[in-house]
């Protein structure tokens, strides 16, 4: 099975290996091979990942009741070797392979296969350390630990789910579309995780509402969305938000507005009934969702 994997950090500067599943090998075998410099020799990483499993247990109780588990942070291994034709090019690849594994920026793995891609994203948890160069000074083993506060591999794409339901299409030259426009829509999370979405409500509406009706959570916010502005809410962990940006770019924070009863839900896995709805009438109203999915190992 052909692979490829990338490191991306997030000043866009990346390092790519490519091969076979099976073509992992050691140094040795890359001596005069200098068509990729960066040959991949183990990459750990790929589904293991402990879990803190939380029981509760009552008096006289035999065994323990589960109440949740959670996932640890990730710990990924990369060992790869450079191959170079002299010393000063093995130099400048050892400058280069710093600068991109540098543990002061973020970054993300691209594992790409069978025609789909992963991400994961990263932080080295140190410099890369760097073994003895070869007797000649053309080739040398590289290792860098890595950290992953987020331990779940993520489909790269986002999905969006289309405002319209297309029915059919007429012959005619140009863009005509024939539709029904939905005020609920049914999302299929089919990855390991619950997982958060990005939504974008156009006005115009009263009170807009987002509702997970699969588990009877919303998102309601007490304020008028006028026509041209655009109501957007992220309901990542740690980055929760809802604005309303107008025509002009402005972003208007309206957080406090949220009514009390309102939680920031995840796509489930499994079906979800997405419903939007206001207090106003929305009809011709444009809702776009997205999110990605999350998968435990890959």
């Known amino acids: 099975m052909l692979y490829k994997l990338k ?5 866009g500067e990346s390092i790519e290996f490519k091969g076979n599943q099976y073509d992992f090998q050691e140094p040795t075998e890359f001596k005069n091979k200098t068509t990729n410099p960066f040959n991949l020799i183990r990459f750990e990483g790929f589904g293991e990942v402990g879990a803190n499993v939380q029981l509760q247990k009552a008096p006289f109780q035999d065994g323990s009741t589960h109440i949740e588990t959670q996932l640890e942070e990730r710990h990924p291994y990369l060992e790869f070797v ?13 400058q280069t392979v710093s600068q991109v594994f540098n543990p002061k920026i973020n970054g993300r793995f691209e594992l790409s296969f069978d025609n789909k891609t992963y991400v994961l994203d990263s932080i080295p948890e140190s410099v890369p350390f760097f073994a003895d160069e070869d007797a000649v ?3 040398q083993v590289v290792s860098v630990n890595f950290i992953c506060p987020s331990p779940y591999w993520k ?3 986002i999905e969006e789910q289309p405002t319209f339901e297309p029915l059919f299409q007429f012959p005619f030259e140009g863009v005509f579309e024939i539709g029904i426009q939905r005020d609920n829509r049914i999302i299929v999370n089919d990855g390991d995780a619950p997982t958060p ?3 974008e409500f156009y006005g115009p509406a009263v009170n807009p509402k987002i509702t997970n009706k699969t588990t009877g959570e919303f998102i309601k916010v007490n304020q008028t969305l006028q026509e041209g502005e655009v109501m957007k809410i992220d309901t990542t962990p740690g980055n929760k938000s809802v604005y309303f940006i107008q025509p002009d770019g402005t972003a208007r924070n309206v957080f406090n507005w949220i009514d009390l009863n309102s939680s920031f839900f995840q ?5 979800n009934e997405i419903e939007y709805s206001a207090d106003s009438d929305i009809q011709g109203a444009i809702v776009n969702i997205s999110y990605r999915k999350l998968y435990n190992a890959v």
């Open 7 to 11: 490191y991306i950090n997030e000043r």
């Open 82 to 94: 450079i191959v170079a034709n002299d010393w000063n090019t093995l130099s400048m690849y050892r």
């Open 137 to 139: 000074g053309r080739s």
């Open 155 to 157: 489909s790269p794409t």
């Open 197 to 199: 979405v990005f939504i």
């Open 267 to 271: 796509l489930v896995v499994g079906e």
